[in-house]
Every structure is written in C-alpha cells, then in structure tokens.
C-alpha cells in the first residue's frame, strides 16, 4: 500500500511538471534549452575562472560568441535557403515529373494536387486574397514577437546559468531536510553535469566532422550548395535516427531533382546512410562510452513526446532530459 502511494504521488507530481512544460511551453522550453547548453559550456567557463578570469565575463563572452557563430552561420546560409525557398512550386512540379517517370505509381499526387487546389480555391478562387501591407505587418509581428522572447529568454537564462550555477544548485539543495537526501541531491546533479557535457561535447564534434563528410560528399556526387547540406546533417544529427532520415530523404529528393538517372540520385542518399551507419553505431558508442548508451525505443519515445510537446526544440530537448532521468535512476 505504501509503495502505491508513493507511485500514486510520483506519477501526479510528473503529468504536473508536464502539464506546466505544455501549457508554459514559451517560458519553459528556452530555460531548459539554456540549462542544457550551459552543461556543455560549464567546463569552459570554470576552466577558465581557474586560471584567474572573471566568471561573469568569460559567461558573457562565450554567449556572444555563440551567438555570433549562429548569425554567420545563418548569413552564409542564407543565400541557398533563398534560392531552394523561391523555388519551391517549381521544384514540386519537377520533383511529381520525375517520380512518374520512374513508373507512374503516383497518380494519389494528382488526387493530393487537386484536393489541396479545391480547399484553397485553385487558380479560379472567386475570392481572391487581398493582403494589405498592414495585414502583412501583422502577420510578420505575430511570428517575430514569439520568437525574439524566447530568444532573449534563452540568453539571458544561459548567462544567468553560467554565472550563478553554483548558488542556483546550493539553493536547489536547500529544498532537502536531511544530509544523506542533500548528498544524494548534489551527486545526482554533479553526475548530470558531468554525462551531458561528454555526451554533448562529444556528440558536437562528431556532428562537425558528420557535417565536413556530408559536404564533401554531395560535393563530389555534384549536388548544388553542398554547405548547405552538410550544415543540415550537423544540426540534425544531434536529433537520434529521426535527423539522418530527414537528412536522406532530403538528399533523396534533390538528388531526383538534379538528376535526370535514378542511379545518380541515389549515390548521396546512399552514401550518407553508411556514414550515418558508421558514426551511430560505431564510433559514437565507442567515444562516449556504454554507460551513457540509452535503450533506441526510449530515445524514439522520448522525441515523440517532447517533439509534441515543444515541436522541433523538443526533438532537440528530448535526449539530454532522458539522459538526466536515466542518470537520475541510476542513482536512485
């Protein structure tokens, strides 16, 4: 009976915290997202307060130049995102062309094309849209508004992390009365510092070196803007199996449309799958270890789960927060 209800109180206690996660989602998706990128840099920060620089300002420092490292990635981005984007219709078109020459099993494309034309009105909608550059504001407001708050959430929680992780995990253990319940409390959260910054600092590099491989892959098979792609599979792979088959499929569908031949279109796709293959099961297990190693199932429930709770962030989320909770367990 007592065992029930502790399961009782500890199963409330987490459709709670779940609840909040969904409902605050804004709040509470950028902190976590800033916890977990302050376990990564955490070692940095404190390797260099060591040899006599100041804590808030190698905190600072470091968030700059991660931030500046995103903006010149998107920069350099930006152009062949633009050239795929306005090329969108056209490319669909091309891409249904060259799937029914492989056989013409796709005639559900043509019911697809011509459902989606009906609810939207075709070409003869007799009620055409007028957008209005104030409509347009508003529109363009209501995407930016959400996203440069949580964006400064981020940031500002990620400094405030990095600065005061000491005190912010002294008062985190004051919520426990006994010694032995504190020592448990502080070896759970030293264990979780230390699994995510290897699993995260070794997962980062290998996504760089994934990312150089892919480049230089679809380079040499002569797919356009091969940067491109192989940013693609560097930030995708940190999300486990669900990132590299985006990143096939993507290769896949270019690759038809680049290319007139079946056989040419899928060397990349291929090729990637065996790197992909390589790196998972080979040499990431193999750098970070066995006792980081989580059950495949429970990392595929995981992403379903915090991907509909948090959309693509969640995806990202999904691994640490399972790993914490596996380490969490082990301790227990």
Avoid at 150 to 177: C, E, K
Avoid at 189 to 206: K, P
């Amino acid at each position: 009976m007592n065992w029930a209800v502790r399961i009782s109180v500890v199963g409330l206690f987490v459709l709670a915290l779940a609840v909040i996660a969904f409902q605050m989602a804004s709040v509470v998706m950028p902190v976590v997202l800033a916890w977990v990128v302050a376990m990564v840099l955490l070692p940095v920060v404190d390797g260099l307060e060591r040899r006599g620089l100041p804590r808030a300002l190698t905190s600072i420092v470091l968030v700059i130049i991660l931030l500046a490292s995103i903006m010149v990635v998107l920069g350099v981005l930006t152009v062949p995102l633009t050239y795929w984007v306005g090329r969108a219709s056209e490319l669909g078109g091309l891409l249904k062309e060259r799937l029914q020459t492989l056989g013409n099993p796709f005639a559900f494309f043509d019911e697809i094309g011509n459902a989606l034309s009906q609810v939207t009105g075709g070409e003869n909608s007799e009620s055409p849209v007028n957008l209005s550059s104030s409509n347009i504001v508003t529109v363009i407001l209501s995407v930016l508004t959400p996203v440069v708050s949580q964006t400064l959430i981020f940031l500002v929680a990620l400094v405030f992390n990095l600065i005061y992780h000491r005190d912010i995990q002294s008062g985190m253990l004051l919520l426990f009365q006994t010694d032995s319940a504190r020592q448990m409390a502080k070896d759970i959260l030293r264990d979780i510092q230390v699994n995510t910054s290897i699993y995260f600092g070794t997962l980062t590099v290998v996504n760089i070196c994934l990312g150089i491989a892919a480049t230089v892959l679809t380079w040499l098979v002569g797919l356009p803007h091969p940067f491109l792609w192989g940013m693609l599979a560097a930030v995708l792979n940190f999300i486990p199996y669900v990132g590299a088959a985006i990143v096939i499929a993507t290769l896949f569908v270019i690759g038809l449309i680049v290319f007139p031949a079946l056989g040419h279109a899928v060397i990349a796709p291929l090729a990637y799958l065996g790197i992909t293959a390589l790196e998972g099961q080979v040499i990431t297990p193999t750098l970070i270890g066995h006792r980081l190693t989580i059950n495949p199932f429970l990392v595929f429930l995981s992403i379903a789960i915090w991907s509909w709770v948090w959309g693509p962030v969640g995806a990202f989320l999904a691994v640490p927060i399972l790993l914490c909770a596996m380490v969490a367990l082990r301790r227990l």
